[in-house]
């Protein structure tokens, strides 16, 4: 069933608390680096101030861990906020307290307020596990809630990057909030069609291209993405652990020595259900971990003293190749340490071979993170069909996991 937008909702007169994600990159004066999200944040914010609701905004920005730090403060994303809306946006010093609920009650229509960091709270990261568990915990992060959903009379969420966690502000304030409405911003809409059309209605072939350092971490996406896709592209330092189980030695490079057997399964799995699984077959090899670093190409083995950082001019051709014909892409994870040229070769590759293809008529979706920031920096973005802006969201999401965030939310 599909979630209810705030378009579904009259906001007129109301007051409409909204989750947004604002977590920007910050420069050590504490000024905005990339204004990204809180772009992408101003149609749902616009259509409620545009409606005649006054709206409240709420994130967080950074790890604080529960305390203060004036260097995660939102009062940069508010100033960059007041000039992308041309209003003030009022700033509350906290996002709880006697002085930010009469901040929220005198807040007129048509108007917006930004609430300070929501993990300057520890409460707001209190996962539901402990607080089942814990009658304390439990209390300390319904009390919080508590008095974010008390200030509204509408919830919107729309921070997709933080979809996957069960966060007070994610999960128990609309728990809290209902039976008032409880909805998805344009955002979340924008996100949950986009990567569940992809995965669920590809149109074929249907390739999934996997990057990124370990096998951990990309293992469940692996296994649910084997029964749907056509091809996974397998590069990165994950690789290095299928190279491994298959024998080879692979020098200093990263491997994940407890997942050699999986490795060995999962290319069995892949077989068996028809889904083409492709490693790198060749590497840039380094004998140190630096920008510049000399280094050469291997085909095999990686000798000792060695270590792998991209996949190889061989690889680069074979990759673009597998990608040229798709119809359906799927990317997440970078090649190589593309952060530090001159291994960031496969990645830019990869990317120009995705931008190619979606020219060509491809849907292409880049699951946000290093992949994300390799497309931008390469100024590939206005030719991939969707990049998310969840990175660790959108790999649970391929992974096939529900998100219980987003399954509380009003139906449509």
């Not at 420069?27 to 005649?52: E, H, M, Q």
């Amino acid at each position: 069933m599909a979630k209810k937008t705030v378009a579904d909702i009259d906001v007129k007169g109301k007051k409409v608390l909204m989750r947004c994600d604002f977590n920007v990159p910050l420069n050590d004066d504490c000024n905005i680096t990339s204004d990204d999200r809180i772009v992408k944040a101003l149609p749902s914010i616009k259509s409620v101030l545009d409606r005649g609701g006054a709206l409240i905004l709420m994130s967080h920005l950074g790890r604080p861990k529960g305390v203060r730090e004036d260097k995660f403060s939102l009062a940069p994303v508010a100033r960059r906020l007041s000039e992308l809306l041309g209003q003030d946006v009022a700033f509350a010093d906290d996002c709880i307290g006697p002085q930010t609920k009469a901040l929220a009650k005198a807040l007129r229509s048509g108007r917006c307020l930004l609430l300070e960091n929501l993990r300057f709270h520890k409460e707001e990261t209190i996962k539901d596990k402990a607080a089942k568990e814990d009658e304390q915990l439990r209390e300390a992060k319904n009390a919080f809630a508590r008095q974010l959903a008390e200030m509204a009379d509408v919830y919107v969420d729309d921070a997709f990057g933080t979809a996957h966690r069960d966060n007070a502000s994610m999960y128990t304030v609309p728990v809290l909030m209902k039976p008032k409405p409880c909805v998805i911003g344009f955002l979340v809409e924008k996100e949950l069609k986009y990567l569940g059309d992809t995965v669920g209605n590809p149109e074929r072939p249907f390739v999934a291209i996997l990057g990124g350092a370990k096998v951990s971490d990309k293992l469940g996406v692996i296994e649910n993405l084997i029964e749907k896709v056509d091809r996974i592209l397998i590069g990165g330092a994950m690789a290095y652990t299928f190279f491994k189980a298959n024998g080879h030695t692979v020098g200093g490079s990263l491997c994940e020595d407890a997942f050699l057997d999986k490795a060995v399964e999962l290319q069995k799995t892949a077989k068996e259900a028809g889904c083409e699984m492709i490693l790198p077959v060749d590497t840039v090899v380094a004998q140190e971990f630096k920008a510049g670093a000399a280094n050469k190409v291997v085909k095999g083995d990686i000798e000792n003293g060695w270590e792998g950082l991209d996949i190889g001019p061989a690889s680069r051709k074979l990759f673009a190749q597998k990608i040229a014909g798709a119809r359906t892409i799927v990317w997440n994870g970078p090649m190589g340490v593309f952060e530090m040229p001159p291994f960031d070769e496969g990645t830019k590759t990869v990317a120009q071979a995705v931008a190619e293809a979606t020219d060509k008529g491809a849907r292409s979706v880049i699951g946000g993170g290093d992949s994300a920031s390799a497309v931008q920096v390469l100024g590939l973005e206005d030719r991939i069909s969707h990049i998310s802006t969840g990175g660790g969201a959108s790999l649970e999401f391929l992974e096939g996991k529900k998100f219980k965030a987003i399954e509380i939310l009003d139906e449509k």
